[in-house]
């Protein structure tokens, strides 16, 4: 852990499970922030199914929108963690519905013409029995480092379960030794450049 100044990360859960309901990707995303923890990030965490997200692709979308809220408290935060589970091998209609809200910030600059988003650190997290985290890893990815985030070394964690069965992560008796590995340096990867950024920040056009 460092003494460096103190750094805050905001994990977008896209389950799809309301509140108070047991959720596999909350698991696995507040492990993620138990990671960064030790790394000196204070972290919190949304349950987006819970909130009204409209859809669209503006930072506001009118009366009773949730994300101008959710957007404000991305913007106050060094890394950005978007944890989805696997449905039919894609991410979940949410967590789609989070990265079309994320494209609003292509038009949101400084006075030197940066996004607002230049110098914050994304993560994925994945979760599911089924295939497709690589996938919907690099999509998540793509579409986070086109709206200005910074994707950090070894980046994503994901767990996938035997497929075809009813196998969950938050059902396992304990994490598996390979997905604690990679938080880990999930974590001090993301901690590292997410300080670098802050003190150095990228250059305007």
């Keep these: 852990m460092t003494n460096s100044a103190p750094l805050t990360a905001l994990?977008?859960?896209?389950?799809?499970t309301p509140s108070p309901g047991e959720s596999s990707t909350e698991l696995m995303s507040d492990q993620v922030l138990n990671a960064l923890r030790e790394h000196g990030v204070e972290g919190r965490s949304i349950r987006v199914v819970d909130l009204d997200v409209k859809p669209g692709v503006?930072?506001?979308m009118g009366a009773g929108d949730a994300w101008p809220g959710i957007r404000q408290q991305m913007l106050e935060s060094d890394i950005l963690v978007i944890a989805t589970p696997t449905w039919?091998?894609?991410?979940?209609?949410?967590?789609?519905?989070?990265i079309e809200r994320l494209d609003a910030e292509l038009s949101a600059t400084d006075d030197e013409g940066r996004l607002e988003t230049?110098?914050?650190v994304a993560l994925a997290v994945v979760v599911g029995?089924?295939?497709?985290?690589?996938?919907?890893?690099?999509?998540?990815?793509?579409?986070?480092?086109?709206?200005?985030?910074?994707?950090?070394?070894?980046?994503?964690?994901?767990?996938?379960?035997e497929a075809m069965t009813t196998g969950d992560y938050k059902d396992l008796d304990e994490k598996p030794e390979a997905v604690a590995?990679?938080?880990?340096?999930?974590?001090?990867?993301?901690?590292?450049?997410?300080?670098?950024?802050?003190?150095?920040?990228?250059?305007?056009a």
């Design 11 to 16: 994990a977008l859960n896209c389950t799809l």
């Design 58 to 60: 503006e930072a506001d």
């Design 88 to 98: 039919v091998g894609q991410r979940s209609s949410v967590a789609q519905r989070v």
């Design 118 to 120: 230049f110098g914050k």
């Design 129 to 161: 029995n089924e295939d497709g985290a690589h996938a919907i890893t690099a999509g998540l990815f793509q579409g986070l480092n086109d709206v200005g985030f910074t994707i950090p070394a070894q980046g994503g964690v994901y767990w996938n379960g």
């Design 181 to 204: 590995s990679t938080m880990k340096t999930l974590a001090a990867n993301a901690a590292h450049l997410a300080r670098l950024l802050k003190q150095d920040r990228y250059p305007p």
